[in-house]
């Protein structure tokens, strides 16, 4: 199973372009599931039937797995599965009939006004380290961001006199998001110091270690749990929060959906639509502005 699982991640990543990241969500399920296999001495994946998929998943499910990992557990192994089927590896896709795990609408958090204000005056920027947090908290609120966006912005990719910054996205779709006064200011006082984090490699991320190095996701998710016991935010909150509370503060404030939408660089809109139901105070105020009997 473990070559099967390599010829196939080689082969979305090579012949269908899919990207490093899906690549390692796919490679991480299907890892998963050849853990269980292995225990129910299933060597051979022409030897897997829909019920022991099914097991499978309601397995993890019982382990307290979310719908949305569920389903896409049960993608990676659909995706798997046609890849075998396609290069004769077997004779039948056992999971053409299988239905996918219910997904269930999920509100994502958000943090208020208030305490993204209290987040983005935690670093301490009398230090060169402070003004690149101070930065990189503001440009993630800022801009939407992904973290994995984040973490590859180039030099070149930020335009300080326009005001814009090109970042790519999911699928390597570029999008242009303009930035504000705060986050170009933070940008500038933390790049003239930038060139204090430099050794011996030039590197042209943006945000780089104490090490030289550019940060990575996990990087990120530490930076950001640390400030927020600093600003003393009690509730737990990650990286991505920050891109919630970005779509949600927009709609707040009258943006409309589709422009949302494209700033986030979702390719359907449906995506974007969550954020309607996470401000509660909106849908009121446009209920009660075109309801005749509000």
Same mark, same amino acid.
């Given at each position: 199973m473990k070559e099967?699982?390599?010829?196939?991640?080689d082969y979305i990543t090579v012949e269908k372009?899919?990207?490093?990241?899906?690549?390692e969500a796919y490679g991480s399920d299907l890892e998963k599931f050849s853990g269980y296999l292995n225990q129910q001495n299933v060597k051979d994946p022409s030897l897997v039937t829909r019920d022991i998929i099914t097991d499978y998943l309601m397995g993890e499910k019982e382990k307290g797995i979310g719908a949305n990992s569920l389903s896409r557990n049960l993608v990676s192994i659909r995706m798997f599965?046609?890849?075998?089927?396609?290069?004769? &590896?077997?004779?039948?896709?056992?999971? #053409?009939? !299988?239905?996918?795990? =219910?997904?269930?609408k999920i509100l994502p958090s958000v943090l208020s006004v208030e305490e993204v204000e209290q987040l983005l005056?935690?670093?301490?920027?009398?230090?060169?380290y402070g003004l690149r947090d101070k930065a990189l908290i503001e440009l993630? &609120?800022?801009?939407?961001?992904?973290? #994995?966006? !984040?973490?590859?912005? =180039?030099s070149s990719d930020i335009n300080m006199d326009m005001g814009f910054l090109k970042c790519v996205g999911k699928g390597s779709k570029e999008r242009i998001v303009p930035l504000g006064k705060p986050a170009i200011m933070a940008l500038r006082n933390y790049l003239n110091k930038r060139c204090l984090f430099m050794k011996d490699l030039l590197v042209d991320n943006v945000f780089i270690t104490r090490r030289g190095k550019p940060f990575t996701r996990q990087g990120v998710w530490k930076l950001i749990n640390y400030y927020r016991r600093a600003a003393g935010i009690k509730?737990?909150?990650?990286?991505?929060?920050?891109?919630h509370s970005f779509a949600t503060h927009l709609l707040s404030n009258g943006?409309?959906?589709?422009v949302v939408q494209e700033l986030l660089g979702h390719s359907d809109i449906a995506?974007?639509?969550?954020?309607?139901?996470?401000?509660?105070?909106?849908?009121?105020?446009?209920h009660k502005q075109f309801h005749p009997r509000a």
């Open positions: 099967l699982i390599e010829e196939f991640l372009g899919l990207s490093d990241n899906t690549r599965y046609r890849f075998l089927l396609a290069n004769s &590896y077997i004779s039948e896709d056992v999971t #053409s009939a !299988l239905d996918s795990p =219910r997904l269930w005056k935690s670093p301490n920027t009398r230090t060169p993630m &609120y800022a801009a939407g961001l992904r973290v #994995s966006e !984040l973490v590859n912005i =180039r509730k737990e909150f990650s990286p991505h929060t920050l891109r943006a409309d959906l589709r995506t974007t639509q969550i954020y309607t139901h996470v401000d509660r105070n909106r849908l009121k105020s446009i």
